[in-house]
Structure formats: structure tokens, C-alpha cells
């Protein structure tokens, strides 16, 4: 999730070295529902009626979780004074999935792909539920799309990141230097 301070009169709007204000997990599985973490993996093998079960209860719970999470998100940051503009989401580089369950379930290769896609998807729906856009850049073109956006040299901006970790402290972790690259995608598109 992206936010900026709102602007002051004549701030840019997008500001020229961002900062973290919030950092944080959202736990998008429950752990109430067996097989949450990962349903497709736990859908496998299972008679068809049993295994949409499975995956149906599972999405349905991740989407609760994710809306609930976005908007405990959303309060804080507009209680610390912070417009939220827009999500980043990074996207896998697989291929497509197959239209159907039994085909996912037919592929274990599908199956991890079609857990990663759930979690996307039950993102996506929170904020277009809070009418946030939603910017999707693939994983291993944020750092160029995060470039071409703001105009900065990726080594730059790669040394930017690396900085925030620092003030930030541990863990930083390559999701979250990724994730902040897609931040600043959304920010410069605002």
C-alpha cells in the first residue's frame, strides 16, 4: 500500500525521496480454516464438489481478512495525516491459468501458481472495494517500470531502497525492497 503526506501549498505532489511511513504484514490466510495457507495444495486430490469447497471457503476468508486488514491500514494512515492514493501489487511472470480447478489441480506447478494468483486477486478486490487503484507491475520489471516512472537511474534507486531499509531497521526483506519499488510506481503515477 502506497500513501504520501498530503501536500502542503507548492509541494510537489509526488515527493522526490518517499519514505516508509507504515510497514506491515497482512495475514491473508486463517488459521481457523484448515488448509488455508495454502487451499489449492489442499484442495489436491480431493473429489471435485470438495476440493471447489475447500477453495471457495478458503477465498471467501481471504478476502474478509484482506478487506478487514486494508481498512485497520487505511484508518491509521489517514489518522497520521496520510493520503492514500493507490496500491502496488506485484504480479508473478508465470503463465496463465487454466479456466478450471481440475485442470490447476491436474499441475503441481499450477497449484503454487494458482495460490499466489488468490492472494493477488483477494488484494485487488479489497481496495477496488475501498475505490483504491490498483497499479499491477510484474515482479521482475518493477525496478525498470519503477525507473521510467520517476525518471531516476535504477542504481539509484536501488541505493534509495537500500537506504530505507537501513532507517527502517531489520528484517528488509527482498518482497519489501520490491514492494516499496512498486510503492513508488504508484506515487509517481498520482
Sequence with gaps: MNSRSLPSRGEPTVPPDPQVVLRRRIELADPAIEGSKQPYHEAEGKKPKEAERIVGRCIDSSRRLAREALWTVLVELRQRQHDVVGCGLLLASGRPLPGNLHAILASHAFIHAAEGEM???????????????????????????????????????????????????????????LAALAAWVVLAQA
Design 119 to 177: 492472494f493477488r486477486d483477494v488484494l485487488v478486490r479489497a481496495s477496488e472495494h475501498f475505490s483504491l487503484p490498483v497499479t499491477g507491475v510484474r515482479e521482475r520489471d518493477v525496478l525498470a517500470r519503477a525507473a521510467d516512472a520517476t525518471g531516476r537511474p535504477a542504481s539509484e534507486l536501488q541505493s534509495r531502497v537500500a537506504e530505507m531499509g537501513r532507517a527502517l531497521g531489520p528484517p528488509w526483506r527482498q518482497d519489501e525492497k
